[in-house]
């Protein structure tokens, strides 16, 4: 008989479901029915994975058409001087991107789980970078009378990363920051470079993380309930940020208390591509980013 063990880590390994192992040891099945039993889950997991990632860019392609009408009538093409009229397209751009930016999430979450996420990496000027972007964020936060300081122990790193990776991970921790946070505080964006690392905290004045939900927060679709639950998202984002980290040899951790605010810090080992020249962030993609990042704030 299979040894349990081996029959468990095999279900972790997986991601099998855990009641799956207890109903195989149950059933005290022979080593090849077990096989065949995680064989076919595996099939099922990748099944319904393909599934969603092929509703996903159906939705998206349509998303990205009712977007781009949306953009042709405020960019004057098409006179609209009804104010009811004005305040209805708004309201649809607001949700579509709302809806796009769930879709790129999971479309990008399960690209990284599988390890098909390509990445461009480019040295860049990191303090630089994410400087700019938490400027590009300043008019969200400024709508709840938040603070963005930033602030940094040294003026350049130059690094290997890619940089709209980067921006997602500034952008959504950030996005959240402004989400659960009170108004009229502040979010504090530090960056500390030191012995080959790179250290990001982002740290704000909410309401904190109860203790209970910390190790689960990093879970896709996991949702804290008992905070500010009209702004929770999918549960989506943080799981993102998790592998878009990983993607760059990173690591991502929480420091919460309840009511005494969250910190998230995220440290990066610091490389540089060989023969590689200095890359400039393209400011036109970065606020398309931000559009679809904030899409549930402004």
């Known amino acids: 008989m299979i040894?349990?063990?081996?029959?468990?880590?095999?279900?972790?390994?997986?991601?099998?479901?855990?009641?799956?192992?207890f109903l195989t040891k149950e059933l005290n099945n022979t080593k090849e029915e077990v096989v065949k039993i995680i064989t076919e889950l595996e099939e099922k997991e990748s099944l319904q994975e393909n599934f969603l990632l092929n509703i996903s860019h159906d939705l998206r392609s349509h998303l990205s058409v009712i977007l781009s009408v949306i953009q042709v009538m405020n960019s004057g093409s098409v006179s609209i001087n009804d104010k009811k009229a004005r305040e209805y397209i708004y309201t649809i751009k607001k949700n579509s991107l709302k809806m796009l930016r769930l879709i790129n999430n999971l479309i990008d979450t399960n690209k990284l789980k599988n390890n098909y996420y390509t990445l461009n990496k480019k040295n860049i000027d990191i303090v630089s970078m994410i400087e700019g972007t938490v400027g590009c964020i300043d008019k969200y936060a400024k709508q709840k009378n938040i603070q963005l300081i930033f602030d940094t122990n040294e003026e350049e790193c130059i690094m290997s990363a890619d940089p709209s990776v980067i921006d997602r991970i500034i952008m959504n921790l950030i996005s959240n920051?402004?989400?659960?946070t009170y108004e009229d505080t502040n979010i504090y964006v530090t960056l500390v470079i030191k012995d080959g690392f790179i250290k990001i905290s982002i740290k704000d004045e909410g309401p904190g993380i109860p203790k209970k939900d910390q190790e689960k927060i990093f879970g896709r679709y996991y949702r804290i309930n008992d905070i500010k639950r009209e702004n929770s998202g999918s549960g989506m984002g943080l799981d993102l940020v998790k592998y878009l980290v990983k993607s760059h040899n990173g690591k991502i951790e929480l420091i919460s208390e309840e009511n005494k605010g969250c910190e998230f810090i995220v440290t990066f080992p610091i490389l540089i591509e060989e023969e590689k020249e200095t890359h400039q962030i393209n400011q036109d993609s970065r606020i398309e980013r931000l559009e679809v990042e904030f899409s549930d704030i402004y």
């Open 3 to 21: 040894d349990d063990k081996l029959l468990m880590e095999s279900a972790m390994n997986n991601n099998l479901n855990i009641n799956n192992y």
């Open 177 to 180: 920051a402004i989400k659960f």
